[in-house]
């Protein structure tokens, strides 16, 4: 098959608009993608300081390498972070590669770990707090999500950034409207759009940059220009709602094209309202950390005391502050 724009030969065809990209088109549609998003929803100013979420994963990898290549053209400075959740087997291995992938663009590098500032790594809560599939505890992505969110918030803030890039895709952002709206929390929908809303000082707003770009489009991106990338799964993804709503998607997908675009359409129709009825909240401080939250000890505190105390009952020591 031939380019569309240049009859060249075609590397992708992008079944939701019938037409087929070079290689040298491809780069340029995903690249414009990420532009066209910036620049709709004001993601980035001219010197702000961008922290980027970067696992070693697909996503955030190319995240990083997109936003360094915008940074020559559009001034503004860029730190990587990495989370180490403590994943045996799994997390190591994409650690070194956010190490690389950030040594090799000249950006600065810094790992916060679960265990350093929770107190236990996930595969530690997930032993002690017990048999998933016998309901002793909720899923591992539960205590995950969680932490990550708290921690990420933390580390920004420790770098003095003024925004957090993650990689959430085209993907991501479907199955985050379809779950929230199976699960009823609406709220959640007003908190989490296509731009960020600032609701409490201490939080840093979140940007996602790729939520335009298709996930199979990130990983041909990532091969096409030699990206190195962890392209595996978490082992605890079979414990995610998140993976049956996935394969529904994409089965839609294959058979309505254009059908993940719709959605997010649709959602992006619905935020302002969503936002303007949730995104206002009255937010506190987490009488342990001092975190923003809606009660008087935030999630992340409430899991680890959860944890703490199963451990404490089966005659283990943490670390816990």
């Not at 400075?77 to 040594?103: C, H, L, Q, W």
């Not at 890039?165 to 709220?187: T, Y």
């Not at 960020?196 to 940059?209: G, N, Q, W």
Request: aromatic share 10%.
């Amino acid at each position: 098959m031939k380019c569309s724009i240049c009859g060249r030969d075609a590397v992708y065809y992008a079944k939701y608009e019938g037409r087929f990209y070079c290689h040298k088109h491809f780069n340029e549609l995903v690249e414009k993608k990420v532009k066209q998003t910036i620049r709709k929803y004001h993601l980035i100013k001219r010197g702000e300081k961008i922290a980027v979420g970067v696992s070693g994963g697909k996503d955030s990898v190319v995240l990083l390498h997109l936003l360094h290549k915008l940074s020559r053209k559009f001034p503004f400075e860029i730190i990587a972070i990495t989370i180490d959740e403590g994943i045996s087997g799994y997390r190591p291995p994409s650690v070194e590669i956010a190490k690389k992938n950030a040594e090799l663009l000249g950006i600065e590098h810094r790992v916060y770990s679960f265990k350093e500032y929770i107190g236990f790594t996930l595969d530690e809560t997930v032993q002690i707090m017990g048999d998933f599939e016998k309901g002793e505890r909720v899923g591992a992505c539960s205590y995950c999500g969680v932490w990550r969110r708290w921690l990420l918030n933390y580390a920004s803030q420790d770098v003095g950034a003024d925004k957090l890039a993650v990689g959430h895709n085209l993907d991501d952002e479907v199955q985050m409207f379809l779950m929230n709206i199976l699960r009823g929390d609406v709220a959640r929908l007003g908190r989490t759009g296509p731009y960020y809303e600032i609701i409490h000082e201490d939080l840093v707003p979140r940007i996602k940059p790729l939520r335009e770009i298709p996930e199979k489009e990130i990983v041909l991106y990532a091969i096409l220009n030699n990206i190195e990338a962890d392209f595996s799964e978490c082992p605890y993804a079979v414990e995610a709602f998140r993976a049956e709503i996935r394969d529904w998607l994409n089965e839609m997908e294959e058979k309505h094209p254009g059908t993940k675009y719709q959605i997010l359409r649709s959602y992006d129709k619905m935020f302002p309202l969503l936002a303007k009825t949730y995104a206002k909240r009255d937010l506190g401080r987490c009488k342990i950390c001092g975190q923003p939250t809606t009660g008087e000890i935030c999630k992340a505190c409430n899991f680890k005391l959860q944890v703490h105390e199963k451990a404490k009952k089966l005659g283990l020591t943490f670390r816990i502050e």
